[in-house]
């Protein structure tokens, strides 16, 4: 076998299912529904003439910009966050330095990061997943390059003060400093624009979740002029494809569709939460399109027993902190009691114990 790099060869693998994801799947954090019926009838008018061309972002990107209400400069579109993730590694890491990320979270930051030969420095979250602060910018050295961080997070759900991340921000400031928005609109707390103040600042955003557009890939990196100008030149400038293009603008006008989404998705997060609550089961409150739960040691049987029901859900047991967790994802109404009513069900099959209810 050709000898990879080590950075490569050591990289620790992600394996998420490429297929056989057959049901209700509220394993990805997708959006339950699918897009807005405005981008398919986009997709729907796409010609033979648009597919055989190069992909044109550029007029995409300054529509975008003006839907954020951020300049065309400060915006780059992506091939999904993950491209965002690669990107601001290409563009910031060398072997050597050090990345900061808290655990539990996404596992892009540490693959990517890892690829690049730099050092990751895992922080572990506080009780209750809280955001570690305090531990962050003890960590802070010169050689941190890069602090990733998902706000809200992913699998936890839990969100940082917005002051904190700042004062990260500015306590390391020969780092980027990555916020990934992929939820943000759960949540509604953003970081735009911050960069004004702290050059060092990106947001990430993704269309893959509250937009239900993840198997097209396309996410947004922003930042500012000059750190955004840099990043231009690490990217291709085609890796967001043409049909992606089209169904940007769209899925960006059609505010009605995604806030009415996003509204049913919030309105189950607390059906499930207080619902876990009355059974006794632990879990964390969430600032995202999912909960994660604390089902123990039954944790396979429940997993299985929601597939049995037509559910997917996620064991997330393997993540630092997590074990006999699983996170399941919020979508429209009728999903969200389609879901509750497996949940009861599965819960007496499996007998899953009753536990301390989280505050
Ligand atoms: C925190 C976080 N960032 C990024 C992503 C991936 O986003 P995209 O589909 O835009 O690559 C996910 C997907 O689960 C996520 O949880």
Same mark, same amino acid.
Request: glycine residues 8%.
């Given at each position: 076998?050709?000898?990879?790099?080590?950075?490569?060869?050591?990289?620790?693998?992600?394996?998420?299912?490429?297929?056989?994801?057959?049901?209700? @799947?509220?394993?990805?954090?997708?959006?339950?529904?699918?897009?807005?019926?405005?981008?398919?009838?986009?997709?729907?008018?796409?010609?033979?003439?648009?597919?055989?061309?190069?992909?044109?972002?550029?007029?995409?990107?300054?529509?975008?910009?003006?839907?954020?209400?951020?300049?065309?400069?400060?915006?780059?579109?992506?091939?999904?966050?993950?491209?965002?993730?690669?990107?601001?590694?290409?563009?910031?890491?060398?072997?050597?330095?050090?990345?900061?990320?808290?655990?539990?979270?996404?596992?892009?930051?540490?693959?990517?990061?890892?690829?690049?030969?730099?050092?990751?420095?895992?922080?572990?979250?506080?009780?209750?997943?809280?955001?570690?602060?305090?531990?962050?910018?003890?960590?802070?050295?010169?050689?941190?390059?890069?602090?990733?961080?998902?706000?809200?997070?992913?699998?936890?759900?839990?969100?940082?003060?917005?002051?904190?991340?700042?004062?990260?921000?500015s306590s390391a400031?020969?780092?980027?400093?990555?916020?990934?928005?992929?939820?943000?609109?759960?949540?509604?707390?953003?970081?735009?624009?911050c960069w004004i103040?702290?050059?060092?600042?990106? =947001?990430? &955003?993704?269309?893959?979740?509250?937009?239900? /557009?993840?198997? /097209?890939?396309?996410?947004?990196?922003?930042?500012?002029?000059?750190?955004?100008?840099v990043v231009r030149?690490?990217?291709?400038?085609?890796?967001?494809?043409? =049909?992606?293009?089209?169904?940007?603008?769209?899925?960006?006008?059609? &505010?009605?569709? =995604?806030?009415?989404?996003?509204?049913?998705?919030?309105?189950? @997060?607390? @059906?499930?939460?207080?619902?876990?609550?009355?059974?006794?089961?632990?879990?964390?409150?969430?600032?995202?399109?999912?909960?994660?739960?604390?089902?123990?040691?039954?944790?396979?049987?429940?997993?299985?027993?929601?597939?049995?029901?037509?559910?997917?859900?996620?064991?997330?047991?393997?993540?630092?902190?997590?074990?006999?967790?699983?996170?399941?994802?919020?979508?429209?109404?009728?999903?969200?009691?389609?879901?509750?009513?497996? /949940?009861?069900?599965?819960?007496?099959? =499996?007998?899953?114990?009753?536990?301390?209810?989280?505050?």
């Amino acid at each position: 076998m050709l000898k990879p790099r080590s950075a490569a060869q050591n990289l620790p693998t992600y394996h998420p299912p490429l297929g056989g994801r057959h049901g209700l @799947r509220l394993d990805f954090n997708e959006n339950t529904m699918g897009c807005s019926p405005r981008v398919l009838d986009r997709i729907r008018n796409i010609g033979m003439e648009d597919l055989a061309r190069y992909p044109e972002r550029e007029p995409v990107e300054i529509i975008a910009a003006e839907q954020l209400g951020v300049r065309p400069q400060e915006l780059l579109l992506t091939n999904g966050v993950d491209e965002a993730i690669h990107l601001i590694c290409q563009t910031y890491l060398e072997a050597g330095d050090e990345v900061l990320i808290v655990i539990p979270t996404f596992a892009m930051y540490e693959i990517f990061a890892s690829g690049t030969g730099a050092r990751i420095i895992k922080i572990p979250a506080g009780k209750n997943f809280i955001f570690p602060t305090d531990d962050v910018l003890r960590h802070i050295t010169t050689q941190t390059r890069l602090i990733a961080i998902a706000n809200p997070n992913n699998p936890t759900g839990a969100a940082a003060p917005l002051k904190d991340l700042l004062l990260i921000a500015s306590s390391a400031p020969n780092a980027a400093i990555l916020i990934d928005e992929a939820y943000y609109e759960f949540h509604g707390e953003t970081l735009l624009r911050c960069w004004i103040d702290h050059p060092n600042l990106f =947001v990430a &955003r993704t269309f893959s979740k509250a937009y239900g /557009l993840a198997g /097209l890939r396309a996410g947004l990196l922003m930042g500012c002029e000059d750190s955004m100008s840099v990043v231009r030149k690490v990217a291709s400038p085609y890796s967001v494809n043409s =049909v992606a293009l089209a169904c940007v603008p769209e899925a960006l006008r059609d &505010r009605t569709y =995604v806030e009415a989404y996003v509204q049913e998705v919030c309105e189950g @997060r607390d @059906r499930l939460q207080t619902e876990l609550k009355s059974l006794g089961l632990r879990f964390w409150p969430s600032r995202a399109n999912f909960v994660l739960l604390h089902v123990g040691a039954a944790n396979g049987a429940f997993t299985h027993g929601m597939r049995e029901r037509g559910i997917l859900v996620r064991d997330r047991s393997r993540d630092p902190g997590c074990e006999g967790c699983v996170r399941i994802t919020l979508g429209s109404t009728d999903h969200t009691d389609r879901l509750l009513k497996a /949940l009861r069900e599965t819960l007496s099959q =499996v007998g899953a114990p009753r536990q301390e209810v989280h505050p």
